[in-house]
T-cell receptor, first 113, second 114 residues
Framework: DQQVKQNSPSLSVQEGRISILNCDYT??????FLWYKKYPAEGPTFLIS?????DKNEDGRFTVFLNKSAKHLSLHIVPSQPGDSAVYFC????????????FGTGTRLKVLA | NAGVTQTPKFQVLKTGQSMTLQCAQD?????MYWYRQDPGMGLRLIYY???????DKGEVPNGYNVSRLNKREFSLRLESAAPSQTSVYFC?????????????FGPGTRLTVT
């Protein structure tokens, strides 16, 4: 039972355009959501997060949107840069409960110069 | 600050051999985690330790044991390695006492079981 799903294994975007990465979840108890970026042969690094009491969080070029009714979150990168090429994982947690994080399967983003 | 360190970086085992993956963090974090990453499967939680002295199973604990040696160190042991345990293993830590809930990951250990 995949509680966190990233249905697009890969995405290609032109440099300077917007990248939109999507994530769906099934557990309505999740109260915190995060996005991580991973380069080959490195560990994931934190990118941006959002609490379930918000619907948007912005940090520079990165914005995360949360639609609780649809159980959907998305990561927008504007403008996309070649250095953004990486695998992006979304993760969800019941922060005040289990302290466990459930990760999606990842989306490989390629930004074309 | 080294952050989260993992040893070894690479390891090849024969089926049935045992080994321990080491993880240490120098950020005074309370909670530590072990994940495995397989192609098309994302990161799956093996075991975690919410605080020193406690450990709990994650999504895929079978075939593994863990030890929270002290606040800094959290080791993962494979008692009898199987080819299905070929994977990249990541350790992570977090300070759940703060309002910032992001995990910090180590660089990973690439394990091959033949």
């Amino acid at each position: 039972d995949q509680q966190v799903k990233q249905n697009s294994p890969s995405l290609s975007v032109q440099e300077g355009r917007i990248s939109i990465l999507n994530c769906d979840y099934t557990n309505s108890m999740f109260d915190y959501f995060l996005w991580y970026k991973k380069y080959p042969a490195e560990g994931p690094t934190f990118l941006i997060s959002i609490s379930s009491i918000k619907d948007k969080n912005e940090d520079g070029r990165f914005t995360v949107f949360l639609n609780k009714s649809a159980k959907h979150l998305s990561l927008h990168i504007v403008p996309s840069q070649p250095g953004d090429s990486a695998v992006y994982f979304c993760a969800a947690s019941v922060i005040k409960g289990t302290y466990k994080y459930i990760f999606g399967t990842g989306t490989r983003l390629k930004v074309l110069a | 600050n080294a952050g989260v360190t993992q040893t070894p970086k690479f390891q090849v085992l024969k089926t049935g051999q045992s080994m321990t993956l080491q993880c240490a963090q120098d950020m005074n974090h309370n909670s530590m985690y072990w994940y495995r990453q397989d192609p098309g499967m994302g990161l799956r939680l093996i075991y975690y330790s919410a605080s020193e002295g406690t450990t709990d199973k994650g999504e895929v604990p079978n075939g593994y044991n863990v030890s929270r040696l002290n606040k800094r160190e959290f080791s993962l042991r494979l008692e009898s390695a199987a080819p299905s345990q070929t994977s990249v293993y990541f350790c992570a830590s977090i300070d759940l006492m703060t309002s910032s809930y992001e995990q910090y990951f180590g660089p990973g250990t690439r394990l091959t079981v033949t």
